[in-house]
C-alpha cells in the first residue's frame, strides 16, 4: 500500500508506463532525434528528418567511449557548436515500511573534487552533480526532507570532515532514525568502520557539546551550531554499544529504531551482503535505483524483497534502450542482433545500449543484465556484472588487460634478481574494511642466492597500484576506501594444483586457462594454503585530481 497520495500517483504513473512501454520507447525517440537532427554527429549519418526505429537502427552505428571520444575531446575544449548535443553542455558526468514517514533517513553521501576542461566545463561524477543540483541544495526548504546530514557536510570534498560531521549528527539524531545506507555497500561499510575507529572522539563531541577542532571547513563548523548540544546520556549509550568487542547489529543498536538499509547491493556489491547482515542484525536491504552516469534507467519497484531477489524495471520515458544479446562468440557465426526493450526474452543475458536526451546514440554501457520477469509490457532486469571487469571493491573496475598490465610492469622490478612471474591470479579481498586486491604470484627463481627481498616485492605491489587507471588511485588516496595491494607469494607448483583442482570439478584440460580472478572458496583456500610470504604496498599510489575525457 502507498504511504501516502504522492506514491500512488507514482505507482499509478509506473502502471500506464508499463502497459504501453513500446509506444512509449518509439516517442522518446523521435523526441530525441527530432531535439538533435542538427548535430554534426547525426547529420553524417543522413537520417534526412527521419525519426522512426528502422531508418535509425540501419544508419545509426552502436558505438564505445573509445569511439566518441574525440568528439568529447572538442567539447571539452571549448567547441560549443551542436556535436553530439543541440543542448550547450553545461557539465560533463564521469558514473517503504511501516513507520518510515515518522522517522529520518542517514545516508552517508559524499561529494568529491571536480576539475574542469580546457574549455571551462565542470568535469564532476554523476552523484556529485546530483549533490549539487538546486534540487538537492534546496531540500531544506522541503518540510518532508527527511535526511540527516546537513548539505555542508555532504559538499565538504574533505573525506574525513565529511564523514565524521555527517556520523556526528546521526548520533545526535539516534532515536529518529528509521533507515541508514549509503550510495552503495562498500560506503555504508566504511561509515561503520569510521565509527570504530572515531566512536571515542564522537561521544567526546556529545558529552561536552564540542566540536572535533580536525573538522576545520568553515561552511561545515557554522551549519553545525544547528545540531552541537551538550548530552551526557547519549553519549554514554552510544559508547556502552561500541566500546564490546562484538559488532554484531551495531547498526540497530546504536540505532535502534532503523527498519533498513538503504544500499546498492546488486552485481559487485553482492560480496559485501554478509557483512552488512553481520553489523544490521539481518535488516532488509534496499537496492531502490539503477543508473549510471550516462543517464537513469530504472527502479526496483518491490524494495523490500531479498537482496538476491533485487530486479530493476526500466522506466521507456528515461531513455531508448537496446538489448545486444550476450552470447559466447562462436567462429563462423554473425554477431547478435540488437533487439528492443520490449522484445527481450526472460532468462536471457544482455548488453545495455542506449540512447539518450544529452547526445549519446546507441551506447554500449557496458552492463550485462538478466532478464527476471514482465510488468505487463516492461521487462524487469537483474544486474549481473560489468562487462570485462575482474576486480572491483568500491568504484573501481579493474579488467584482465590492465591486471596483466600491472603484473607485468612489477614484473621488471625482478629481473635483477633472476626472478620471473610464472603464474599469477587475483582476488577481491572484503573480509576486512577496507577491501583490498590479492595477487597471488608463483615465481621462478634461477638463483635463490639472489631472491628479491621483502622490499622489493613490496615495491612491485606499489608499481602494481601505480599501473591502475585513475578511478582505482583515487579510491586508494583520496576516499581511502581501498586498502593497500598485498602481493601473496604460492610455492612452486601450486597452480598445477589449482589446474588439477578445476579438471577435478569438470573442467576440460584441454581447455583450461588459469583464471586471472578466483573467487570459489575451495580455489582461494588452495592458494592462500601455498602461500610462503606476503608483501604490501608500502605507500599511496601517485593520484592527480586530472580526469580523461
Excluded at 540501419?58 to 567547441?79: E, F, N
Excluded at 531508448?320 to 533487439?339: A, D, I, M, R, T
Excluded at 570439478?505 to 586471472?516: D, H, L
Aim: aromatic share 10%.
Amino acid at each position: 500500500m502507498a504511504a501516502n497520495s504522492n506514491d500512488a500517483e507514482a505507482l499509478q504513473f509506473i502502471e500506464e508506463m508499463s502497459r504501453n512501454a513500446d509506444a512509449v520507447q518509439k516517442n522518446v525517440l523521435a523526441k530525441i532525434l527530432t531535439q538533435n537532427a542538427e548535430t554534426e554527429y547525426l547529420k553524417g549519418f543522413n537520417l534526412n528528418g527521419a525519426t522512426d526505429q528502422e531508418t535509425f537502427k540501419s544508419k545509426i552505428p552502436i558505438v564505445t567511449y573509445d569511439d566518441l571520444q574525440p568528439l568529447i575531446r572538442r567539447m571539452a575544449d571549448g567547441d560549443s557548436s551542436p556535436i553530439l548535443t543541440a543542448h550547450p553542455v553545461s557539465e560533463f558526468i564521469v558514473r517503504y515500511a511501516q513507520g518510515l514517514d515518522k522517522g529520518k533517513v542517514l545516508q552517508f553521501l559524499f561529494t568529491k573534487p571536480e576539475t574542469k576542461t580546457k574549455g571551462g566545463i565542470p568535469v564532476r561524477s554523476s552523484l556529485t552533480s546530483l549533490f549539487k543540483s538546486d534540487i538537492f541544495k534546496n531540500r531544506s526548504d522541503n518540510p518532508d526532507d527527511v535526511m540527516v546530514s546537513p548539505n555542508e557536510a555532504v559538499h565538504c570534498v574533505d573525506s574525513f570532515q565529511s564523514m565524521y560531521t555527517q556520523m556526528l549528527c546521526g548520533l545526535y539524531e539516534r532515536e529518529n532514525v528509521t533507515a541508514v545506507g549509503a550510495m552503495f555497500a562498500s560506503g555504508l561499510l566504511m561509515a561503520i568502520r569510521f565509527l570504530q575507529v572515531n566512536w571515542q572522539q564522537l561521544t567526546h563531541d556529545i558529552r561536552t557539546g564540542s566540536f572535533n577542532p580536525k573538522v576545520t571547513d568553515t561552511s561545515v563548523r557554522e551549519c553545525m551550531t544547528r545540531f552541537t548540544r551538550l548530552d551526557p546520556n547519549l553519549a554514554d549509550a552510544i559508547a556502552q554499544e561500541c566500546e564490546k568487542d562484538n559488532w554484531e547489529g551495531i547498526i540497530t543498536r546504536i540505532w535502534p529504531n532503523t527498519k533498513y538499509i538503504g544500499t546498492v547491493v546488486t552485481g559487485s556489491m553482492a560480496q559485501y551482503i554478509p557483512t552488512l547482515d553481520y553489523y544490521s542484525g539481518g535488516l532488509p536491504i534496499v537496492s531502490m535505483m539503477y543508473a549510471s552516469s550516462e543517464c537513469y534507467f530504472g527502479l526496483n519497484i518491490n524494495p523490500m524483497c531479498k537482496p538476491s531477489e533485487v530486479s530493476y524495471t526500466l522506466m521507456p520515458f528515461l531513455a531508448y534502450f537496446e538489448f545486444l544479446p550476450h552470447e559466447p562468440n562462436s567462429p563462423g557465426l554473425k554477431p547478435p542482433q540488437l533487439v528492443d526493450l520490449v522484445d527481450v526474452e526472460i532468462g536471457k543475458e544482455y548488453e545495455l545500449v542506449v540512447t539518450t536526451n544529452s547526445g549519446l546514440y546507441r551506447y554500449q554501457i557496458g552492463d550485462v543484465l538478466r532478464v527476471t520477469g514482465f510488468r505487463n509490457k516492461l521487462p524487469q532486469f537483474e544486474f549481473i556484472r560489468r562487462k570485462n571487469v575482474l576486480l572491483t571493491i568500491d568504484s573501481d573496475k579493474t579488467r584482465e588487460p590492465e591486471l596483466q598490465v600491472a603484473v607485468k610492469n612489477a614484473s621488471q622490478l625482478l629481473r635483477e634478481f633472476n626472478t620471473s612471474v610464472v603464474e599469477y591470479t587475483s582476488y577481491a579481498d572484503t573480509k576486512i574494511i577496507p577491501g583490498h586486491y590479492v595477487i597471488y604470484w608463483e615465481l621462478m627463481e634461477k638463483d635463490p642466492t639472489k631472491s628479491p627481498s621483502d622490499e622489493v616485492l613490496s615495491q612491485c605491489c606499489l608499481t602494481m597500484e601505480e599501473s591502475f587507471d585513475q578511478q582505482y588511485r583515487r579510491c586508494r588516496v583520496v576516499d581511502k576506501s581501498i586498502g593497500p595491494l598485498e602481493i601473496r607469494v604460492v610455492k612452486n607448483g601450486t597452480f598445477q594444483e589449482l589446474m588439477d583442482y578445476a579438471v577435478s570439478k569438470g573442467a576440460s584440460i584441454n581447455q583450461y586457462k588459469v583464471p586471472r580472478c578466483v573467487t570459489s572458496k575451495p580455489m582461494i583456500d588452495l592458494l592462500d594454503s601455498r602461500v610462503v610470504s606476503t608483501h604490501f604496498s608500502p605507500s599511496l599510489p601517485h593520484w592527480t585530481s586530472e580526469r580523461r575525457l
